[in-house]
């Protein structure tokens, strides 16, 4: 039963903002966000997590609708390092994290 | 020290090896997990330690045996494995035991392990 919907794949220009969209209709009041990616043969490395406010870091920005329905991830200026899977995971916290298929995020020079 | 730390990066094995796979955290961790991830797949969930204690296991064969030394070590140990058991075995921990909200997991680079 996946909990959230993502394009299973995305271009973005090296420079430019890489805009990830995530759709997660179904989740409660407690769970929070969150996002991590993988980089080819590597471990999945967390990005940033958030509950209702939209949240910055220094590698990315969360933006979550009021209605917690969907959510963007925003990498400002996407660089070739963040060509990765990006997944989008709807979770209490450290329970069970469950990994769907992701968006295959490739950028372009 | 902010790193999950798995050995070997690489096994190869055959299927009446035994062989172990290792992972450690110095940051003091209380919730430590063993994923599976095949080829072009997302990581599947295999167990879950918490303070120690084996808290789930998401109905892994026994083949697979996880281990929990102590705080800061993890092991799954493997036995009579199958050429399908190859996969890339990720180790991750996160600060606080099982069930605790607002809470992130640091992965490991994982062990890529062959089975002929």
């Known amino acids: ?109 | 020290d902010t790193e999950v730390t798995q050995t070997p990066k690489h096994l190869v094995m055959g299927m009446t090896n035994k062989k172990s796979l290792k992972c450690e955290q110095h940051m003091g961790h209380r919730a430590m997990y063993w994923y599976k991830q095949k080829a072009k797949k997302p990581p599947e969930l295999m167990f879950v330690y918490s303070y120690e204690k084996l808290s789930i296991n998401e109905s892994v064969p026994s083949r697979f045996s996880p281990e929990c030394p102590n705080s800061s070590l993890l092991n799954l140990h493997l036995h009579a494995l199958q050429p399908e058991d190859s996969a890339l075995y990720l180790c991750a921990s996160s600060p606080f035991g099982l069930g605790t909200a607002d809470e992130k997991l640091f992965f490991g680079s994982g062990t890529q392990l062959s089975v002929l």
């Open chain 1, 1 to 109: 039963d996946a909990k959230t919907t993502q394009p299973p794949s995305m271009d973005c220009a090296e420079g430019r903002a890489a805009n990830l969209p995530c759709n997660h209709s179904t989740i409660s009041g407690n769970e929070y966000v969150y996002w991590y990616r993988q980089i080819h043969s590597q471990g999945p490395q967390y990005i940033i997590h958030g509950l209702k406010n939209n949240e910055t870091n220094e590698m990315a920005s969360l933006i979550i609708t009021e209605d917690r329905k969907s959510s963007t991830l925003i990498l400002p200026h996407a660089t070739l390092r963040d060509t990765a899977v990006y997944y989008c995971i709807v979770n209490f916290g450290n329970e069970k994290l469950t990994f769907g298929t992701g968006t295959r995020l490739t950028i372009i020079p």
